[in-house]
């Protein structure tokens, strides 16, 4: 049994990582302000923490005493962190700081660091793999940058092993159904169970690698156990693309066009290096998964 530390453990991606852990036997601490995550998403057996990661000296004691850091607090998306660059700064780069800070000085065994495949930007060449120099074209992905090399440096310079994963548009149960974190997937199916048109941004063409949340945290634990530890960014994604006409036709129904946004054109990931150095591959794949959405949402 291992004691694990999740931040940003009441939302999406966080909360299905806590569970898995606790079913697994580990003891599991959560850190969340409740900005965007929800308490009643925390597993009741984990130890919850309201508390805000940019306050250093407020969540230094929850790391004494912990084996690995998973580090899935963020205010994530492209558009609203290039509305408000000094609120997701401070959210995704200060706190990111204290983060490593705090787990150096309780010398904890690991950090596992959720990046973003927004650190690419717009490539050439495709599939996206780790080789590639960093393009970020929005603040979200150079401050997800930003906190991979603070990973590195802590990595060469205190000796705190930690380990990057690049999140390629995760989607599953408890992603976010409205406001500006929701993903085209929940936008989608929120509207269609409004009964809306789906609001396609630009012509639709834009190509996306869709991952499931539970391969994400799969991902998450085997990059733990791993003996990964330079701070090294690994793409954690599946290995098909849609673009966004598709989604909303495997949804089915009507749909609008809105104005482009800056975001990439494309997005495809290479994910031989998590195989080769995780024994890690997606085993859901988006049409797999829709159905079960639709039934849900009633649409």
Not at 48 to 73: P, Q, W
Not at 278 to 298: A, C, N, R, S
């Amino acid at each position: 049994m291992a004691k694990c530390l999740v931040t940003g453990g009441a939302g999406f991606v966080g909360s299905n990582l806590v569970d898995e852990l606790i079913n697994q036997g580990d003891e599991v601490i959560v850190i969340d302000n409740l900005a965007t995550g929800k308490r009643e998403q925390v597993n009741s057996k984990a130890n919850f923490y309201k508390l805000d990661l940019r306050n250093l000296e407020d969540i230094k004691s929850c790391f004494i005493g912990v084996d690995y850091v998973f580090h899935e607090a963020a205010l994530a998306r492209v558009q609203p962190s290039i509305e408000d660059p000094i609120k997701y700064n401070d959210n995704n780069v200060n706190a990111m700081l204290n983060v490593l800070v705090a787990a150096r000085d309780a010398k904890v065994k690991k950090v596992i660091y959720a990046s973003s495949s927004s650190i690419y930007g717009n490539q050439k060449k495709m599939p996206l793999t780790e080789d590639m120099e960093a393009a970020p074209i929005s603040p979200y992905g150079l401050q997800k940058y930003i906190g991979e090399e603070y990973c590195r440096l802590f990595s060469y310079v205190y000796k705190l092993p930690t380990v990057c994963l690049r999140y390629f548009n995760v989607y599953g149960p408890r992603m976010a159904t409205d406001g500006a974190y929701a993903s085209v997937v929940s936008i989608f199916g929120q509207q269609r169970k409004r009964g809306e048109p789906m609001t396609v941004a630009g012509d639709g063409t834009n190509l996306r690698t869709y991952t499931f949340v539970k391969d994400i945290v799969r991902a998450n634990i085997l990059a733990a156990k791993s003996d990964i530890g330079d701070g090294r960014a690994i793409n954690a994604g599946q290995s098909t693309e849609y673009n966004v006409n598709q989604i909303a036709e495997m949804l089915g129904g009507p749909v609008t066009n809105i104005a482009p946004r800056i975001e990439p054109k494309r997005n495809l990931c290479g994910n031989a290096l998590a195989k080769k150095l995780l024994g890690w591959q997606p085993t859901m794949d988006l049409p797999e998964w829709l159905p079960e959405y639709k039934k849900e949402m009633g649409i």
